[in-house]
C-alpha cells in the first residue's frame, strides 16, 4: 500500500482540533477523504472509532483509528516523517513545543470555550483569562521562533499549528465582543504571524469563512447556554 | 558534560505526576537530584522554572526547565535514547500509547481527584466514573499488553508509568471507601498487572507507604473541602 492511501478523516470544518491534523496532513502533501460529521448528532463511524471520546476529530488511517488531535498530528509527522518536519529534532525543542501546544489547550481554549456560553461579569473574567494566555504566547512566539516566521521557525510547527487552528474562531470572538484579541499594538508578533499562517499554502484552504464560522457560532452559543 | 550529570526534579514524594518521571529516570539509570516542595507552599526554584502552572513536577536538566509530567517523560526518553525504551517504536503504537496516557489523566484522575473534595451523592457519581475509567483501561490492558506484563508488553512503557504512578492513591482510595478498585475478580489484568508494575526495580522504591500516603490524602482532602 502506497504510504498516502486509504487516510480518512472523521470531523467538521468549523472544529479548530479538526484543522490541526488537516493542516499536517497538507503539510506532509497527504491525502485524506474527509468525511464530516453533522452538528448535533453523532455518526456510527464516529462512534464506533472513538468509542472513549466520541470526539472529532479521528484520523483512520488503513483501517486503523486514531483519536486526540495533538496526538494524531503527532502520528502524522512519525509516520509520514520525511520533511517538512512538524516537531524539531531536539528533544528540549521537542519538550518546549508540546509544552506551548498545552499551554494553548489548558490556557486558552478552556476559558475561551467556556467565555462562549457564560454572560456578564463570569463572560468577562473568562475572557481575562484567555487574553492574558494570549500575552504568554507572545512572549513564548519571541522565544521560539528565534525572529523567524513561525514559532516553529522557518517552518510551520507543532505549536503554529496547535494555536493558529483557533485563529477563525478568535476572529469571531473579536467581532462578537467588539475587541480585538490580537493586533498590531498588544501583541505585535502574534500579529504578523497571524498573517503569515493564514496566508500560508497548507492553510489557506483550511481556515474557516469568518462570516461562515460567525453564523455557525451563534447556534453553538445558543446551544451551550441551554446547557447551564 | 555527562549525558546523566546536573538533573534535578522538583517534586514531592505524595504526587502520582511527579512519580512519572522519577519511573522514567529509574528506567534509564539516570541519577537526579529530588528537591521536594513543602506542602502547601511554592518555592521560589518552582515558581521561577515553572512560571506558566506553578505546578510539579518540573525537571530541570542543565539548567534547562521541562514542566508537565508526559511531556518529561517524553523528554527523558528521546534524551536518554539508548533502551529500555519507554514509548514503542511504530508510530501507531506511540499514538495509542498516547491515547491511553491520556485516557487516564481525563476519564480516571479527573473525576477521582474531584471526588476527594466532593459528598454523598456526588462523590459517589464521581468514583462511578473513575470506576468506569478503570474498567476502560482493564480492557486496553488486554489489547495494548499482548499477554505480556505490561502495557508496553515485556517492559514498563508510556501508559504503565502514566496509570502505574496513582497506584498509591489508588490503595488510598480502596481503604477511605471501603471499595476496591482494581481486584482479582473485577480486573484481573490490571490485578496482576499492580503487583508485577510495584515490584518493578525502577517503580518499588518511588511508590509511596500507603499508610503515609493515607494519613496525607486527610490533610489534603480538608484543604480541598475548604475550597469548596
Do not use: C
Not at 69 to 85: G, K, M, R
Not at 129 to 154: C, M, N, P
Request: charged share 25%.
Amino acid at each position: 500500500m502506497a504510504k498516502d492511501e486509504d487516510v480518512k478523516l472523521v470531523g467538521s470544518w468549523t472544529s479548530p482540533f479538526v484543522m490541526r491534523p488537516r493542516i499536517a496532513l497538507n503539510i506532509k502533501s497527504v491525502h485524506y477523504d474527509f468525511i464530516q460529521e453533522t452538528f448535533g448528532s453523532k455518526s456510527p463511524l464516529l462512534l464506533q472509532s472513538n468509542p472513549v471520546h466520541k470526539k472529532i476529530p479521528v484520523l483512520i488511517h488503513a483501517g486503523k483509528p486514531i483519536a486526540e488531535s495533538s496526538i494524531i498530528v503527532e502520528y502524522i509527522d512519525e509516520f509520514w516523517s520525511s520533511a517538512p518536519s512538524i516537531l524539531p529534532s531536539d528533544p528540549y525543542d521537542r519538550a518546549l513545543a508540546r509544552f506551548w501546544a498545552s499551554v494553548v489547550d489548558q490556557k486558552f481554549f478552556t476559558p475561551m470555550k467556556a467565555s462562549m456560553g457564560a454572560e456578564g461579569e463570569a463572560k468577562k473574567g473568562l475572557m481575562n483569562q484567555a487574553v492574558e494566555a494570549i500575552g504568554l504566547l507572545e512572549e513564548a512566539f519571541g522565544t521560539l521562533s528565534r525572529g523567524k516566521a513561525f514559532f516553529g521557525g522557518d517552518h510551520i510547527g507543532f505549536v503554529d499549528i496547535a494555536f493558529g487552528s483557533f485563529l477563525g474562531w478568535i476572529r469571531v470572538a473579536e467581532i462578537s465582543n467588539g475587541m480585538k484579541l490580537i493586533d498590531a499594538a498588544k501583541t505585535p508578533g502574534l500579529d504578523g504571524w497571524a498573517q503569515r499562517f493564514s496566508a500560508h499554502d497548507a492553510v489557506k484552504d483550511v481556515l474557516p469563512d469568518t462570516a461562515k464560522l460567525l453564523e455557525f457560532s451563534k447556534l453553538l452559543a445558543a446551544k451551550l447556554k441551554e446547557k447551564h
